[in-house]
């Protein structure tokens, strides 16, 4: 089992360990090069079962074979949301962040553009609501496509602009792992 202590130490040690890959336990889908990584480093840290149940659960399903909704996911406190759409014009797509939660997002089939920031450079729209655990912004940052090849890592300090439309392509049907974030 890994040093947990050792992959926060220092920042070269959180790299190490991130490009190492052990954490996947043999997941081939690969987290976006956007991914904070001494943050991921410090949940998987702080949480390592919670994180080892949410990739064994990529691994092991049948992901579309999936039904849209929401699901838990047996035997942990985690749950999922599945989606199958078309995407959304730009101008249409919200940028948004939570405080409780951490998202892994996935594309299952089809792709779509996904925006990743900071708070900082956004204004926000929509206080936070800490019953649906959001809050929205209004601003630009960077895009991104999103595609079965790998998953993107929200953490709250992450504002994210899911579902954005990709050329060609009809949408996607992605899942959303919804982790607890620890503070």
Do not use: C
Request: cysteine-free; hydrophobic content about 35%; proline content about 3%.
């Amino acid at each position: 089992m890994e040093n947990m202590q050792h992959i926060t130490a220092s920042k070269e040690a959180a790299e190490n360990w991130f490009k190492s890959e052990s954490y996947l336990n043999g997941l081939e889908i690969k987290p976006h090069a956007a991914t904070d990584i001494l943050e991921f480093a410090r949940q998987y840290a702080a949480n390592k079962q919670q994180w080892d149940t949410a990739f064994e659960y990529l691994k092991n399903t049948d992901l579309k074979s999936l039904n849209e909704g929401k699901h838990s996911l047996e035997g942990s406190d985690l749950y999922i949301a599945v989606s199958e759409s078309t995407n959304k014009d730009l101008a249409d797509a919200k940028w948004e962040s939570h405080k409780k939660a951490i998202d892994i997002q996935y594309v299952i089939d089809g792709a779509e553009q996904m925006g990743v920031t900071q708070a900082s450079q956004l204004n926000v729209t929509d206080p936070y609501d800490e019953l649906k655990d959001v809050m929205f912004y209004k601003g630009e940052g960077e895009l991104h496509l999103a595609t079965p090849a790998e998953f993107f890592i929200f953490f709250p300090s992450d504002v994210h602009r899911p579902m954005v439309k990709a050329d060609g392509y009809w949408g996607s049907k992605k899942i959303v792992l919804k982790l607890k974030y620890i503070e």
